[in-house]
């Protein structure tokens, strides 16, 4: 079985003044290609920064994580931009689309960075668009936009380059429950028709309970 994360005994400790505090402790996590898994956990529990660890946005204390059977402890910080760029796409709580771009222009940016010409971008960004919905809405600025239509476009970016992993930190945080199960359904086709490993951090039960695989953290620990 291949494991798109496998991660071995991770930890993370944050400095604060004197004292260490154990973020994660020896957590060990295996999801495979192709999985949607929930994670869990009560505010503080370290649900983000797990998903930072995840994707490869920061470094863990200790331990190994092997993304796509590669540890990324042998990989350069340009090695880790690539793989960040390329095989990850990132949803947040609050959306964090630009507020001067349209919903086109801020679904093709990842494209735009990767310097793909600027036609073959706004073609695979308007397909995206329509993937998750809101082709009609292309024009729109953010502030024109719902909750709900704001993070489908966020989803568009963050699958626009094709990532094999989506991790997502509390996408449905800040939307009412109708517009949560509609967002839902998008990562769940997404994971069901093209295959794309979703990650979703949660501490919403109706949001686990959408997922195949539920992970509890409590504490930095994995029960
Ligand atoms: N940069 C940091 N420095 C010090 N402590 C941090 C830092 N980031 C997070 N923490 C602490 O680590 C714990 C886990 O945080 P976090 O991963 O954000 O939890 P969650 O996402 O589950 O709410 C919390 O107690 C938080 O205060
Ligand atoms: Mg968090």
């Not at 993370?12 to 004197?18: A, D, F, M, S």
């Not at 963050?158 to 992993?165: D, I, N, S």
């Not at 979703?200 to 109706?206: E, F, G, P, R, V």
Request: proline share 3%.
């Amino acid at each position: 079985m291949s494991f798109l994360i496998q991660l071995e005994n991770i930890s993370k400790i944050y400095q604060r003044g004197e004292t260490q505090f154990h973020a994660l402790s020896n957590i060990h996590l295996q999801i495979k290609a192709g999985e949607m898994t929930a994670i869990v956990g009560a505010s503080g529990s370290g649900k983000s920064t797990l998903m930072n660890i995840m994707g490869l946005l920061d470094r863990a204390s200790a331990g190994e994580y092997y993304f796509a059977g590669q540890n990324v402890a042998n990989l350069s910080d340009n090695q880790w931009a690539q793989l960040r760029n390329r095989q990850i796409g990132f949803v947040f709580q609050l959306f964090y689309l630009l507020p001067r771009a349209t919903a086109l222009q801020n679904t093709l940016l990842p494209l735009f960075y990767r310097g793909l010409p600027r036609n073959q971008a706004v073609e695979q960004a308007k397909s995206m668009l329509e993937r998750v919905g809101v082709a009609h809405l292309a024009a729109h600025y953010p502030h024109q936009l719902s909750g709900g239509q704001q993070q489908r476009v966020a989803i568009a970016r963050a699958l626009v380059g094709k990532p094999q992993l989506i991790l997502a930190d509390e996408p449905t945080g800040a939307l009412d429950s109708v517009t949560s199960q509609e967002v839902m359904n998008v990562f769940r086709e997404l994971c069901h028709e093209k295959g794309v490993t979703v990650v979703i951090i949660t501490h919403d039960a109706a949001i686990s309970a959408a997922c195949q695989r539920v992970v509890t953290i409590k504490d930095g620990k994995i029960f």
